[in-house]
């Protein structure tokens, strides 16, 4: 069951460099998602291979140019393609009405568009379905903004089958012991429910950290997160810039990634000033080693473990 995450963009405020703004799909198991929709976007999941009609749920951390402009060009494509089943977006406030104007254009479209707006200043679940959850993480940026953290829920036990046969379990039995419940039999014998199973998966996480100022409150909502994107606009000879326009360094980042406990940090969100990347990596592995750096076409990928304990 994949768990992935494909860059799409990696610029910042305008493509630079040969590089495309800030746009990201994450694979959960069967489910694709699109968070943020730079100018590009779609043109990107065409060069990468991305299924677009899979792409059920959009989110938007917030409405700068950077992070929506690709969003009228896909939904205008989505319907000259044919598609009927829903869209879902989620954004900050304001969203709905910019997209509005710009869709009048195209008269009535073949498939319903759902926005859900979302507030960017808590941190709560927005939305789940049987698989995981996706909920807010509050930033510190110019306008409203957020991030996203993507959750596994919790996988159902795999019984061990001889166990089945050994205590002549039946279908009700079977099933509380893959919700994690122990067993009683007709005896009074008590069968714990780790006694009956194989080690349980351990549900995987991401979380989606965009625009902001170096925002230690953030921790405690993302800490042990497998695999962890922190914008990276600067390098420390920008520090003060990353201040003023509330941004932040690859430094800054990796601090974050380093407390939070993730497994991995991956950068992006580059200032047009680089036209090398070198300087992320620099100083961003002696802080926290586990740090890719992000390029566009580049897939980073959780894989499946045993959950320990």
């Not at 166990?163 to 012991?177: F, N, R, W």
């Amino acid at each position: 069951m994949k768990f992935a995450l494909t860059i799409l963009g990696v610029s910042g405020a305008a493509p630079a460099h040969g590089r495309f703004p800030t746009a990201q799909v994450l694979q959960v198991q069967n489910q694709h998602f699109l968070i943020d929709c730079g100018e590009g976007a779609q043109m990107q999941m065409g060069r990468f291979a991305i299924p677009r009609n899979k792409i059920g749920h959009i989110f938007i951390s917030h409405l700068h140019g950077d992070h929506i402009f690709g969003l009228p060009g896909l939904l205008f494509s989505f319907a000259m393609n044919g598609r009927e089943k829903p869209l879902h977006i989620h954004s900050p406030a304001g969203l709905k009405k910019m997209t509005d104007t710009l869709l009048l254009a195209a008269g009535e479209f073949p498939y319903p568009i759902h926005f859900h707006e979302v507030n960017p200043n808590g941190h709560k679940i927005i939305f789940e379905n049987k698989e995981l959850t996706v909920a807010t993480i509050p930033l510190k940026h110019r306008i409203p903004t957020c991030g996203y953290l993507f959750r596994e829920k919790p996988f159902l036990k795999n019984i061990r089958p001889e166990k089945i046969t050994e205590h002549g379990l039946s279908i009700p039995q079977i099933i509380e012991v893959k919700n994690g419940q122990n067993i009683v039999l007709g005896n009074g014998k008590r069968l714990p429910n780790k006694e009956l199973v194989f080690p349980p998966k351990k549900p995987r996480s991401f979380a989606f950290v965009s625009d902001t100022l170096f925002h230690e409150a953030i921790i405690p909502i993302i800490k042990n997160t497998d695999l962890l994107y922190h914008e990276t606009t600067f390098c420390e000879d920008n520090k003060e810039n990353a201040t003023r326009t509330m941004h932040s360094t690859a430094a800054q980042a990796a601090a974050i990634a380093k407390r939070a406990n993730a497994g991995t940090l991956v950068t992006g969100h580059y200032s047009s000033r680089y036209k090398n990347l070198d300087c992320f990596l620099a100083e961003a592995k002696p802080i926290f080693p586990e740090t890719e750096l992000g390029e566009e076409g580049r897939v980073y990928e959780v894989e499946m473990k045993v959950e320990r304990g």
